[in-house]
């Protein structure tokens, strides 16, 4: 199922210590005061994370529908574009959730890699 800004807006703001800002007349969100994704940009149906370059070429892989480095140096530095009506809600929560570990404090991040781990462990004893 396509995902729309909505989605993208919900899985974002669903990450630990997230909130929601505006740069340069599009929502952005952040973590610890860093940006690691923003709506809206270049147009409604897109999005674009904050991701480092591996992680870039394997969402492109992946999704090559719904990924794309942004253009310039922001885009061979890992900046990638999502088409949201392209991306299924498990990839864009996958590339979202990349984007956020880039840019939340250690701690945070590793902190939120043993609760994934828990929650995983358990529904497989389920």
């Not at 979202?96 to 890699?113: D, F, K």
Request: charged share 25%.
């Amino acid at each position: 199922m396509p995902s729309t800004p909505a989605d993208f807006r919900r899985l974002a703001l669903a990450l630990p210590e997230t909130e929601q800002r505006r740069h340069m007349d599009h929502p952005d969100f952040r973590v610890a005061g860093k940006i690691f994704a923003t709506l809206g940009y270049p147009n409604k149906e897109r999005g674009m994370l904050k991701l480092t370059p591996v992680q870039q070429e394997d969402f492109i892989r992946s999704c090559p529908a719904a990924f794309s480095p942004v253009n310039g140096a922001w885009g061979r530095q890992g900046c990638t574009s999502v088409v949201l009506a392209k991306a299924t809600e498990r990839a864009l929560k996958e590339a979202l959730l990349a984007a956020w570990r880039n840019h939340a404090p250690s701690e945070l991040a590793l902190s939120s890699l043993k609760h994934q781990s828990k929650r995983k462990s358990a529904r497989a004893k389920k």
